[in-house]
């Protein structure tokens, strides 16, 4: 059917409104739709992946919490590096965080355990300040491979007498592995495990943690047990300072992920994000994006598991999400054609299937979505207007944007993760649905005025 024209409907009113006072960057309201005509409200729809992955959750969940980093925690880290004469920190940018985010947690484990002992103050002090100069001395400074070229060998980072022996055993750890032994820094971490439960309830945690990362890459096996270990300790009550236990759950997921196990991987990610910790939303966009190479039997795989279907296919609805490029349309169809065949009902997610049809230019099967869907489901909505839009039916088109406007989603906040509503000179790539539906109803309503 031939649509009807949108944007010579529309000329008059813009140019009322247009000519009226108005803000530089106001509401959202890009001008691409007033420049753009009908392509600007008949392109494909697009999502924020940040907003469909907090829609998903994992089949099982747990009781760990990640550490997230805190107004005014940067600019406490910053202080110490001053502190201590480092300043430009070691590492740089997001490393350097993580260092002294540890260092801080250490410290202020150490002085729990010194207290327990009893400790006066005056020994408290001391021997924090002790730990701390030589952890920071351990961390900063090139000591293993200085002393050539005549110049002068920093001293090596010893640990100070009196600290409780977890401590002690997982110093030595780390300063071994600092110098690249990692056969001296397993022994000592796993001398810190083979301490009565009692005499390790601050760095049990640690050590597992440790002990999982330096076997992933020859022992990927026993990483995933040592990170499923550390979530048994901080179970069983040990301290867990810094969200190690959140933390094992992406680092086992990425053994998965090289495995080529990607439905584990992807229920460990959610498991992840639900304690808080965002790193796994991005992860799980790298996940997803193994569908680029996947093979036919590897897609039906995935299409035939609940929770990957709906993550990898918010992949696809948002186009790759933040910071990746979109999936081509090839690599799209050949996913939905899994879906199609996975012989999964999939009635919840036809409104997600409907918007990643569309994107690829299959009108007929995006139909095929829509009438599957539930009347309430947003997404299917959208493209239903849309379709309305293309067939020319105006007034159809906006009744039904109009009936889903009530339930949208809020809006994501800006600046989480990079995955946020666009500004006024970002041409709104990752637009949330929110605004770009209510701009599109807009459009509409000028056209019947």
């Known amino acids: 059917m031939q649509r009807r024209s949108i944007d010579r409907r529309i000329v008059v009113t813009l140019f009322v409104v247009l000519t009226s006072p108005v803000q530089a960057c106001g509401p959202f309201f890009p001008n691409r739709y007033i420049t753009g005509g009908d392509k600007a409200v008949l392109e494909r729809p697009e999502t924020l992946f940040r907003s469909e992955i907090a829609r998903i959750q994992p089949s099982v969940t747990n009781s760990c919490k990640a550490v997230q980093v805190k107004r005014g925690d940067l600019e406490r880290w910053e202080g110490l590096a001053k502190k201590h004469n480092l300043t430009k920190p070691w590492p740089s940018g997001r490393g350097a965080y993580i260092v002294w985010q540890t260092l801080e947690a250490e410290l202020a484990d150490l002085r729990a355990a010194l207290v327990k002992q009893n400790k006066s103050n005056r020994e408290v002090d001391k021997l924090v300040s002790e730990y701390e100069m030589a952890r920071v001395r351990l961390i900063s400074q090139p000591w293993e491979d200085a002393g050539t070229n005549n110049a002068k060998k920093p001293e090596r980072p010893v640990v100070p007498s009196g600290a409780p022996e977890e401590f002690s055993l997982y110093f030595l750890g780390a300063k071994y592995f600092h110098e690249g032994d990692t056969n001296r820094a397993t022994a000592e971490w796993k001398g810190v495990l083979a301490l009565p439960a009692a005499d390790r309830q601050?760095?049990?945690?640690?050590?597992?943690?440790?002990?999982?990362?330096?076997?992933?890459?020859?022992?990927?096996?026993?990483?995933?047990?040592?990170?499923?270990?550390?979530?048994?300790?901080?179970?069983?009550?040990?301290?867990?300072?810094?969200?190690?236990?959140?933390?094992?759950?992406?680092?086992?997921?990425?053994?998965?992920?090289?495995?080529?196990?990607?439905?584990?991987?992807?229920?460990?990610?959610?498991?992840?994000?639900v304690t808080g910790d965002e790193t796994a939303t991005p992860s799980l966009q790298v996940a997803s994006s193994r569908i680029e190479k996947a093979s036919?039997?590897?897609?039906?795989?995935?299409?035939?598991?609940?929770?990957?279907?709906?993550?990898?296919?918010?992949?696809?609805?948002?186009?790759?999400?933040?910071?990746?490029?979109?999936?081509?349309?090839?690599?799209?169809?050949?996913?939905?054609?899994?879906?199609?065949?996975?012989?999964?009902?999939?009635?919840?997610?036809?409104?997600?299937?409907?918007?990643?049809?569309?994107?690829?230019?299959?009108?007929?099967?995006?139909?095929?979505?829509?009438?599957?869907?539930?009347?309430?489901?947003?997404?299917?909505?959208?493209?239903?207007?849309?379709?309305?839009?293309?067939?020319?039916?105006?007034?159809?088109?906006?009744?039904?944007?109009?009936?889903?406007?009530?339930?949208?989603?809020?809006?994501?906040?800006?600046?989480?993760?990079?995955?946020?509503?666009?500004?006024?000179n970002d041409d709104f790539k990752s637009d949330a649905m929110p605004a770009r539906v209510r701009g599109e109803l807009g459009v509409l309503y000028l056209t019947r005025n």
Not at 255 to 271: H, P, S, T, W
Not at 319 to 340: I, S
Not at 381 to 404: C, F, H, N, T, Y
């Open 202 to 273: 601050y760095k049990s945690t640690w050590a597992a943690y440790m002990l999982g990362k330096v076997t992933m890459e020859k022992k990927p096996d026993e990483a995933v047990s040592w990170f499923r270990r550390v979530r048994m300790y901080a179970d069983q009550g040990c301290q867990d300072t810094l969200g190690l236990a959140a933390s094992s759950l992406g680092w086992e997921a990425h053994v998965a992920l090289n495995q080529g196990r990607i439905n584990d991987a992807v229920e460990l990610y959610l498991e992840q994000k």
């Open 296 to 424: 036919d039997r590897e897609l039906r795989e995935w299409a035939g598991n609940a929770t990957t279907r709906r993550v990898v296919t918010a992949y696809i609805t948002s186009m790759g999400g933040p910071y990746r490029p979109a999936p081509l349309p090839k690599v799209a169809t050949r996913w939905l054609d899994a879906v199609e065949h996975s012989g999964r009902d999939v009635v919840a997610e036809a409104g997600q299937f409907a918007c990643a049809v569309y994107q690829v230019g299959e009108m007929d099967i995006a139909r095929r979505g829509v009438k599957l869907a539930t009347k309430d489901d947003v997404m299917a909505g959208w493209v239903d207007a849309k379709l309305l839009m293309r067939a020319g039916k105006l007034k159809e088109a906006s009744q039904r944007l109009a009936q889903i406007v009530p339930h949208l989603p809020m809006a994501a906040p800006r600046g989480a993760e990079g995955d946020y509503p666009g500004s006024c």
